[in-house]
């Protein structure tokens, strides 16, 4: 990730905020290719911060796959070779490969973790941007199959795959974050990792977070959302692009065709407790399309999304009643369970 180079030597500002007679502290820093907001609030607050930032960049470090010595920097240079590659990682990495590999097949691959490729040819790790020809795309979908992956003790064994954990690396950052700040004692804390943001507990004041959601077609919000100890994580169109000849061409690609993901959606929230779940899913969810993803969750319920498609329809699921506020002049569709024979 071309933001590796930047980690460390950033640190936009720290402030000390009152409020509420509850101490909190705040900072923001670069890392993972992003701009992060971290918030801590109570008397260990300026540990918790120091104990996040180096937590963040300790996970790029082991996981980012643009930076030399990562995990997955050595499962992609193995895997080079083409043929079959066993790589040794952390047990921690392998952990996580094993989770991300099975939502990938939960979602039947439209979380695909052998994506790094296709991101490559369209330029987004080094902000080169190109369409690439309809002859490299097909040659393309060759390479990414993430059933041609699997974790074996602390090994990682490929066939010619390269890895990308772009999609699932902050919530799982966030899930760490939080769990450290839980050891720490700190009941109330709220992270924003580049648009995923995770908090912990409830308002200082004991009060639901309201977090809000960003309009995919400018600056504003399109709605809030509100909640205690949850992740709320949005994949977006419009989160990094380029246009070429009038086209604009998006991150989230389908690996089905290798090129940006068509599916309707313009951005898809999801919320629940788990930041990595959440972030595999708004990845996958955004893949999928509306019908999809709504059948997705019928099987699974264990999850909330707010879907925002590209005509301007807004559909939510059952677990957002009463939570959600919708900008003025916004309507949108609540989807209830199914259940069986009606
Ligand atoms: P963001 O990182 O912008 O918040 P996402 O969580 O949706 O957005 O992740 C997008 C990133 O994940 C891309 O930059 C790319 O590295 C990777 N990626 C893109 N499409 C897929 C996909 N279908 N499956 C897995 N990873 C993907
Ligand atoms: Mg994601």
Same mark, same amino acid.
């Given at each position: 990730? !071309?933001?590796?180079?930047?980690?460390?030597?950033?640190?936009?500002?720290?402030?000390?905020?009152?409020?509420?007679?509850?101490?909190?502290?705040?900072?923001?820093?670069?890392?993972?290719?992003?701009?992060?907001?971290?918030?801590?609030?109570?008397?260990?607050?300026?540990?918790?911060?120091?104990?996040?930032?180096?937590?963040?960049?300790?996970?790029?470090?082991?996981?980012? @796959?643009? !930076?030399?010595?990562?995990?997955?920097?050595?499962?992609?240079?193995?895997?080079?070779? #083409?043929?079959?590659?066993?790589?040794?990682?952390?047990?921690?990495?392998?952990?996580?490969?094993?989770?991300?590999?099975?939502?990938? +097949?939960?979602?039947?691959?439209?979380?695909?973790?052998?994506?790094?490729?296709?991101?490559?040819?369209?330029?987004?790790?080094?902000?080169?941007?190109?369409?690439?020809?309809?002859?490299?795309?097909?040659?393309? !979908? +060759?390479?990414?199959?993430?059933?041609?992956?699997?974790?074996?003790?602390?090994?990682?064994?490929?066939?010619? &795959?390269?890895?990308?954990?772009?999609?699932?690396?902050?919530?799982?950052?966030?899930?760490?974050?939080?769990?450290?700040?839980?050891?720490?004692?700190?009941?109330?804390?709220?992270?924003?990792? #580049?648009?995923?943001?995770?908090?912990?507990? @409830?308002?200082?004041?004991?009060?639901?977070?309201?977090?809000?959601?960003?309009?995919?077609?400018?600056?504003?919000?399109?709605?809030?959302?509100?909640?205690?100890?949850?992740?709320?994580?949005?994949?977006? @169109?419009?989160?990094?692009?380029?246009?070429?000849?009038?086209?604009?061409?998006?991150?989230?690609?389908?690996?089905?065709?290798?090129?940006?993901?068509?599916? #309707?959606?313009?951005?898809?929230?999801?919320?629940?407790?788990?930041?990595?779940?959440?972030?595999?899913?708004?990845?996958?969810?955004?893949?999928?399309?509306?019908?999809?993803?709504?059948?997705?969750?019928?099987?699974? &319920?264990?999850?909330?999304?707010?879907?925002?498609?590209?005509?301007?329809?807004?559909?939510?699921?059952?677990?957002?009643?009463?939570?959600?506020?919708?900008?003025?002049?916004?309507?949108?569709?609540?989807?209830?369970?199914?259940?069986?024979?009606?």
């Amino acid at each position: 990730m !071309r933001g590796v180079k930047r980690l460390g030597c950033l640190l936009l500002c720290a402030a000390l905020l009152s409020g509420c007679g509850t101490p909190s502290r705040s900072e923001t820093i670069f890392a993972m290719d992003t701009v992060m907001d971290l918030t801590a609030y109570g008397p260990h607050a300026q540990d918790a911060l120091e104990a996040a930032t180096a937590e963040l960049s300790r996970i790029e470090a082991l996981i980012s @796959a643009q !930076r030399e010595g990562s995990d997955l920097f050595s499962v992609n240079a193995a895997a080079q070779s #083409g043929g079959e590659a066993a790589t040794p990682v952390t047990e921690e990495t392998a952990a996580l490969l094993a989770r991300t590999l099975a939502l990938c +097949a939960d979602t039947d691959g439209a979380l695909d973790v052998t994506i790094y490729p296709a991101v490559e040819a369209w330029g987004f790790y080094s902000g080169d941007y190109r369409v690439p020809a309809a002859s490299d795309l097909e040659a393309l !979908r +060759a390479q990414v199959d993430y059933r041609q992956v699997a974790v074996d003790g602390t090994s990682v064994v490929t066939h010619g &795959q390269k890895l990308d954990l772009g999609a699932v690396g902050k919530g799982y950052a966030a899930d760490q974050v939080t769990a450290l700040w839980r050891e720490l004692g700190l009941t109330s804390g709220l992270l924003n990792l #580049g648009g995923n943001i995770q908090c912990l507990g @409830a308002k200082p004041d004991g009060s639901d977070w309201v977090i809000g959601v960003r309009d995919p077609a400018g600056e504003g919000t399109l709605c809030t959302v509100t909640g205690q100890d949850m992740a709320v994580v949005t994949s977006g @169109a419009y989160q990094r692009n380029f246009t070429q000849d009038g086209v604009t061409y998006h991150h989230i690609l389908d690996p089905a065709t290798c090129a940006p993901a068509e599916s #309707g959606a313009a951005s898809v929230t999801v919320i629940g407790p788990s930041g990595l779940i959440c972030d595999a899913l708004s990845t996958a969810l955004f893949v999928m399309g509306p019908d999809r993803a709504s059948d997705y969750w019928q099987q699974r &319920q264990d999850f909330d999304m707010i879907y925002y498609t590209q005509d301007g329809d807004l559909f939510y699921t059952s677990g957002l009643e009463g939570r959600l506020t919708l900008r003025d002049g916004l309507e949108g569709q609540m989807l209830t369970w199914k259940t069986a024979g009606s």
